[in-house]
């Protein structure tokens, strides 16, 4: 009833800029939380950047200053401006968001986005 579809990774130079996207369809009524997550090879995965509906951001010390999470209400779409890419930037990006498809749902499902490699080499 709501998938997820994430785009924008790729293979960049250090240094370089990359802008995912999650695009959220289906039964969408609000996107009450919005997460980003990156898993590099033998990694656990970790939280990189959140947005709370009331506009709040967290983002890890890792990324702080070179990423900025934002959404497009009326696209149903989160963002991940990545800037000043690092090679240990490099990981499968994960969104996660938490949903609510419709007015009668007290409380939010969480839906994972496909995964999108970014791969930065130095």
């Known amino acids: 009833q709501v998938s997820l579809v994430e785009s924008g990774g790729g293979l960049v130079q250090a240094g370089e800029s990359l802008r995912l996207s999650c695009a959220a369809s289906g039964r969408v009524f609000s996107i009450n939380y919005m997460e980003w997550y990156r898993q590099g090879p033998g990694n656990q995965r970790e939280l990189v950047a959140s947005l709370t509906s009331g506009g709040d951001t967290y983002y890890a010390d890792s990324v702080k200053g070179r990423f900025t999470i934002s959404r497009d209400n009326a696209k149903n779409t989160v963002f991940l401006q990545m800037s000043s890419l690092k090679p240990e930037d490099t990981a499968v990006y994960y969104c996660?968001?938490?949903?609510?498809?419709?007015?009668?749902?007290?409380?939010?499902?969480?839906?994972w986005g496909q995964g999108t490699q970014v791969t930065v080499s130095s």
């Open positions: 996660n968001l938490r949903i609510r498809s419709s007015e009668y749902d007290l409380k939010p499902r969480a839906y």
